[in-house]
């Protein structure tokens, strides 16, 4: 750092995202073959690597991977459906048809050259074909296999026929059914039809074991550097999914506790819960006994609610407390807009009774002022890509800040096949002849 250069102005000079092409990439020495069908969680799985620099080739059967169709409304842009052009990132992409022995002979051809293979395959499908784990590894032993699955490779489930979706992997993962309004005492689902289990944001059930994977794959190559060798990578998605169930597996084990819906609360904090305001709602947390008791403060409750005698945060943790106190709060938060009580945190952090202690008291924020957030604009987040086929597109990106090896996204997507000719001609030599007998065969 230069002398008199402040830090912020240093981390943006040297981790700009914008400037991330004059800089090298981490993985460009990897090649990466992303077989992975019909699932979000292999596509982001690559993603993340691609990002990183990664050679990753996509390889898809002649009509395209289903996951190219997943779009909201059924909206196209240039053929394409919206969810692709995001995770169709930095990828090249071929046709391969794997149910042909000569498809599976030429797979093999470019895992001689390959670091990474992600599959998604049921189990056993890939080693029924001759184009297993086992048998790769024959022809390349640094060969890093990493298969995502329902239920993984081995177990009671294993073989069940039960699609790998994003909301199945939410509901078996025992997420879903916390997540959601808490049904009030005493009433049914007909009196309160809101009160059902809820899906959280979009794909998150194929995303987070897919950044799993995407770990466990860098912890394998970083591995094979003083070993020499390659392994098998297995994981389950809910059971990955689950691992966000947070203390719920310990506090079972440990007591039979069987946690439930809470809605907005949390059994384990207090302030922390979403609150309605004039205009939408705003997200407050506490987590200490002098944060619950500055909020009382800034809504003028010291008094009335006795805030003095509160000797222990435990108390306010139990259900039938949150329960008593939370429409309380409710109704001190509608009084204000969500900027006024942000601001009146601010200010008491301050000048207030408790300061520099306040509560945290965040806007609840829409899709479009995320969208608008100056942060974003300021930090690359939500700058568009240029890309050559389907022109000025904005992706989330760039979630990396890195001063030597920064992420980027080089294009968006690519058309079904569109990377046949570059592809099979650089690594096995295939040139316009022979790609045309492979495509009348039906194997490209």
């Known amino acids: 750092m230069e002398t008199g250069q402040n830090w912020n102005d240093w981390a943006k000079y040297n981790s700009d995202p914008r400037m991330a092409h004059v800089r090298p990439e981490a993985l460009d020495d990897i090649i990466v073959l992303d077989l992975s069908s019909k699932s979000f969680a292999g596509c982001y799985c690559s993603s993340l690597l691609a990002e990183f620099g990664?050679?990753?080739?996509?390889?898809?059967?002649?009509?395209?991977?289903?996951?190219?169709?997943?779009?909201?409304?059924?909206?196209?842009?240039?053929?394409?459906?919206?969810?692709?052009?995001?995770?169709?990132?930095?990828?090249?992409?071929?046709?391969?048809?794997?149910?042909?022995?000569?498809?599976?002979?030429?797979?093999?051809?470019?895992?001689?050259?390959?670091?990474?293979?992600?599959?998604?395959?049921?189990?056993?499908?890939?080693?029924?074909?001759?184009?297993?784990?086992?048998?790769?590894?024959?022809?390349?032993?640094?060969?890093?296999?990493?298969?995502?699955?329902?239920?993984?490779?081995?177990?009671?489930?294993?073989?069940?026929?039960?699609?790998?979706?994003?909301?199945?992997?939410?509901?078996?993962?025992?997420?879903?059914?916390?997540?959601?309004?808490?049904?009030?005492?005493?009433?049914?689902?007909?009196?309160?039809?809101?009160?059902?289990?809820?899906?959280?944001?979009?794909?998150?059930?194929?995303?987070?074991?897919?950044?799993?994977?995407?770990?466990?794959?860098?912890?394998?190559?970083h591995w094979r550097e003083s070993s020499g060798e390659g392994q098998a990578l297995d994981v389950a998605t809910y059971e990955a999914y689950a691992r966000f169930d947070d203390v719920n597996p310990v506090w079972y084990h440990g007591s039979g506790f069987v946690s439930e819906r809470f809605g907005s609360l949390d059994k384990g904090a207090w302030l922390y819960c979403f609150s309605p305001t004039k205009d939408g709602a705003v997200f407050l947390g506490g987590l200490r006994l002098e944060m619950w008791q500055a909020f009382a403060d800034i809504v003028g409750k010291w008094e009335e609610w006795e805030v003095d005698d509160w000797k222990d945060l435990t108390l306010f943790t139990q259900k039938e407390q949150q329960l008593k106190w939370s429409p309380l709060i409710f109704a001190e938060t509608q009084k204000y807009t969500s900027d006024q009580l942000v601001a009146m945190s601010i200010e008491y952090g301050k000048t207030g009774r408790l300061a520099p202690v306040t509560p945290v008291v965040a806007p609840v924020c829409s899709p479009l002022e995320t969208m608008k957030d100056e942060n974003w604009k300021e930090r690359g987040v939500l700058t568009p890509v240029k890309d050559p086929v389907f022109g000025d597109v904005v992706v989330a990106q760039a979630q990396h800040k890195m001063t030597e090896t920064p992420i980027r996204t080089k294009w968006v997507c690519r058309p079904v096949g569109y990377d046949n000719g570059h592809v099979y001609l650089k690594h096995l030599g295939f040139g316009p002849a022979k790609l045309k007998t492979l495509k009348t065969a039906g194997v490209v």
């Open 54 to 221: 990664a050679q990753v080739i996509r390889i898809e059967p002649s009509e395209g991977d289903f996951i190219r169709t997943c779009t909201p409304y059924g909206i196209l842009h240039k053929g394409e459906g919206l969810n692709y052009l995001t995770e169709g990132r930095n990828k090249s992409h071929i046709t391969l048809n794997l149910r042909e022995p000569e498809g599976r002979e030429i797979l093999k051809a470019l895992v001689v050259q390959a670091d990474v293979l992600i599959e998604t395959f049921l189990p056993g499908v890939m080693n029924d074909w001759g184009i297993g784990y086992e048998q790769l590894k024959e022809i390349n032993p640094k060969l890093i296999f990493a298969s995502i699955t329902a239920n993984g490779q081995f177990g009671p489930l294993s073989q069940s026929r039960m699609p790998d979706y994003d909301n199945i992997i939410q509901a078996k993962s025992g997420i879903q059914q916390g997540t959601g309004e808490i049904m009030p005492e005493g009433k049914t689902y007909d009196d309160c039809p809101w009160a059902v289990p809820t899906k959280a944001g979009p794909w998150i059930g194929w995303a987070q074991p897919a950044t799993f994977m995407a770990v466990g794959i860098l912890a394998a190559l």
